[in-house]
């Protein structure tokens, strides 16, 4: 790898490049899946290669390979260069990298045992014991349990005298119920420790054995059969108390996207999107939420999904205040984008895949905790809904106007816990919700939860993201019933 990096490297640097940085990654995945009692699936696979990525007369170009052979290293460099040079012919601003001083070290993810020493049937019998207590609640008709682990050991060196090593694990679970109305033909799922696939944090297994899957999910099938028959959410304007997942979701969209400075500054717009958070909002007293409400990008909070030694411009992991007491104060920043607004980068670059080019992603956005606790919130609201668990999300482009659907609620009524409510959902404009946001709950019940399928570029490539949060309260937001099918 360390050969292959370095003569990469000095290819580069022959072929005429001003600056060239190398990335070699082997990343192996498994997965497993349960459904219904069965075994759907087990699936590995291992993607090893290189890249070699240079500037040129103040343009970009980027090259790959699969052949790891010291023969190939030459022509990918080669390559490189030669896309770099075609590049720099179309007029434009030429790409400025902020200062980095050479980066030497390493970093593995702490895990205490590693997901791929398991015997597979040990961790397919884990999915099935949750499986089957699943389906021993009467009215669960279907059900799933999903596991998910990779180890992706990287190699990063440039022409800047950076070079570093990497070993980076991650891993998740989650199982989920379904029970079915066969009459009307409702569906209603619940989902543990969170929905859409798992929840998944820089872990080894021992991130999954602390889930205790088998145990919950009972409960789980249960909620799911309670919820066909439960109320209506009721529409109206209302005060809301989100759990952390949901919370998680909402600050990776409403937050975590538009401060991308790549998508602030209109880069491949049509792909990236754009953001409502433009360079002019930027520490001048914007009002992004109400004082309360503090949030961080954070590539050093252990166990995130979002945590790493460097990013994949070898950048050191760091924490950056993005909102501080209700004001916009950050962006997530690339060497070549901090430039433009006269920063630095903060570290928050990452490719795919060996084969794909590293771009801005978010690494831990979270939401700092308040002091609170979530019964004393729940005793300290006279009317309103708490909601627990993303089901559905649709945000428009600039990342202001958002719907939330929600697994489940329950009503809140004189400082108690009321009634299950079903279909649930929030709608808002994301300065004027974080601005009604008035308590955030404590460190106790603060828990990171990973987005592991956030899909940024083209083409498209897949990141994992994590999200502080602890359960909190919004006032004055209108809620309403959404349309499953
Ligand atoms: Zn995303």
């Given amino acids: 790898m360390q050969d292959i990096a370095i003569r990469a490297v000095n290819a580069a640097r022959q072929f005429g490049a001003s600056y060239a940085d190398v990335r070699v990654v082997e990343r192996t995945t498994e997965g497993i899946e349960v459904r219904n009692g069965r075994v759907e699936g087990v699936a590995r696979s291992t993607s090893y290669g290189f890249n070699v990525r240079v500037l040129v007369n103040g343009a970009w170009g980027f090259a790959s390979s699969a052949q790891m052979e010291l023969a190939e290293v030459e022509k990918v460099a080669k390559q490189a260069v030669q896309i770099a040079r075609a590049s720099a012919l179309v007029a434009g601003e030429p790409v400025r990298l902020s200062p980095l001083p050479p980066q030497k070290g390493s970093y593995s993810t702490p895990i205490k045992i590693d997901p791929f020493s398991i015997p597979l049937n040990e961790k397919v019998q884990l999915l099935l014991d949750a499986d089957t207590a699943m389906r021993s ?10 596991m998910e682990y990779s180890r992706e050991h990287k190699y990063f060196v440039s022409s800047e005298g950076s070079e570093i090593e990497q070993v980076l694990y991650d891993t998740g679970a989650a199982i989920s119920a379904s029970a079915v109305d066969t009459e009307s033909s409702e569906i209603q799922t619940r989902s543990y420790p969170n929905s859409f696939g798992r929840q998944a944090g820089t872990a080894g297994y021992e991130f999954v054995v602390a889930m205790d899957l088998p145990q919950h999910a009972a409960r789980i099938g249960e909620e799911a059969v309670q919820l066909l028959s439960a109320p209506q959410c009721p529409s109206g304007v209302t005060t809301i108390i989100l759990d952390g997942p949901q919370l998680a979701l909402q600050v990776h969209e409403s937050c975590g996207h538009p401060i991308e400075l790549d998508r602030v500054l209109g880069y491949e717009a049509g792909f990236v999107g754009k953001s409502f958070l433009t360079t002019d909002k930027l520490n001048s007293n914007y009002h992004y939420g109400s004082d309360v409400v503090n949030l961080t990008a954070d590539a050093t909070i252990p166990g995130g999904l979002g945590t790493f030694g460097w990013d994949d411009e070898g950048v050191p992991a760091q924490r950056t205040p993005i909102v501080t007491q209700g004001i916009f104060t950050g962006y997530l920043m690339s060497r070549d984008t901090a430039p433009l607004i006269g920063l630095s980068s903060n570290g928050c670059v990452r490719a795919d895949s060996w084969n794909r080019l590293p771009m801005i992603r978010m690494t831990n956005v979270s939401l700092e905790p308040g002091n609170w606790k979530l019964d004393d919130l729940i005793a300290d609201t006279d009317d309103g809904i708490y909601m627990s668990l993303n089901k559905s999300w649709s945000i428009d482009d600039r990342r202001l106007n958002f719907q939330f659907g ?19 959902t929030y709608t808002g404009i994301t300065p004027q919700f974080w601005g009604s946001c008035d308590a955030i709950c404590g460190r106790d019940e603060w828990n990171v939860w990973g987005t592991p399928n956030c899909g940024k570029g083209e083409p498209m490539q897949t990141m994992r993201t994590g999200h502080g949060a602890a359960p909190a309260r919004f006032r004055n937001v209108q809620v309403g019933v959404g349309r499953w099918s």
Avoid: D, P, S, W
């Fill in 406 to 424: 929600v697994e489940m609620a329950y009503e809140i009524k004189q400082g108690k816990r009321g009634r299950m409510l079903k279909n649930a």
């Fill in 137 to 146: 609640v009467k009215g669960v008709t279907l059900t799933g349990c999903f």
